[in-house]
């Protein structure tokens, strides 16, 4: 079935790093591509999502680009903030199948320090 | 924009107790989402439903059980609490349609079974 792998951490950064986190997929049909963010004490939101092979999405300094070559959607920042520690997800969704449902990765906390 | 509020943020019960959590969206979505969220398993799809007194089992739907009696409410129930169900819960919803796979979480409720 459908799966998602990326990167669990936790990490820690400084203000200002360069952020990669990695994910892969394994997917049949033509998946939908997101990453969502989830802020302490809060739910779950959406950051970016791709759509279709080579869309690029962007949200907040925050990039991913859909490789479908690689079966990646790894998610970067060039220069993370403070406010940027949460756990991120990496996820995706088999519209092919008309599925509706969503398949998440494990999670990776990031912790930026100033 | 969306809103998609839970009962409560904190929860304590007994083990053996009926539990009720309840999730309500403004939006008018059709998809409804419970999940669990643990450290190191990520989210984990418990119940969905796509229409009114329509379900559909996720991934872990043992122990658990839904309603959804309304279109903005989805209800998880679980029937008899144990301790292995000490977790986060979330709850989501999207429309159908193109935008069907951005899902919209809720605050999250944290049980814990004593």
């Known amino acids: 079935g459908n799966s998602v792998t990326q990167m669990e951490g936790p990490v820690t950064l400084s203000e200002e790093a360069f952020l990669t986190i990695n994910c892969t997929y394994t997917?049949?049909?033509?998946?939908?591509l997101f990453w969502y963010v989830q802020y302490p004490g809060e739910g779950l939101q959406l950051l970016l999502k791709?759509?279709?092979?080579?869309d690029k999405g962007s949200n907040k300094g925050f990039e991913a680009t859909y490789r479908k070559e690689t079966t990646s959607f790894h998610l970067e920042k060039g220069s993370v903030q403070v406010s940027d520690s949460a756990v991120y997800f990496c996820?995706?969704?088999?519209?092919?199948?008309?599925?509706?449902?969503?398949?998440f990765g494990k999670g990776m906390k990031l912790t930026v320090n100033p | 924009d969306v809103k998609v509020t839970q009962s409560s943020r904190y929860l304590v019960k007994r083990t053996g107790e009926k539990v009720f959590l309840e999730c309500v969206q403004d939006?008018?979505?059709?998809?409804m989402f419970w999940y669990r969220q643990d450290p190191g398993l990520g989210l984990r799809l418990i119940y969905f439903?796509?229409?009114?007194?329509?379900?559909e089992k996720g991934d872990i739907p043992e122990g658990y059980s839904v309603s959804r009696e309304k279109k903005e409410r989805f209800s998880l129930i679980l029937e008899s609490a144990s301790t292995n169900q000490t977790s986060m819960y979330l709850c989501?919803?999207?429309?159908?349609?193109?935008?069907?796979?951005?899902?919209?979480f809720g605050p999250g409720t944290r049980l814990t079974v004593l």
């Open positions: 997917a049949t049909g033509y998946p939908s």
């Open positions: 439903s796509y229409d009114v007194k329509m379900k």
């Open positions: 791709a759509t279709k092979a080579d």
């Open positions: 989501a919803s999207t429309l159908r349609g193109l935008e069907a796979d951005t899902q919209y």
């Open positions: 939006m008018d979505h059709e998809n």
């Open positions: 996820a995706l969704s088999d519209s092919w199948s008309g599925s509706e449902k969503l398949v």
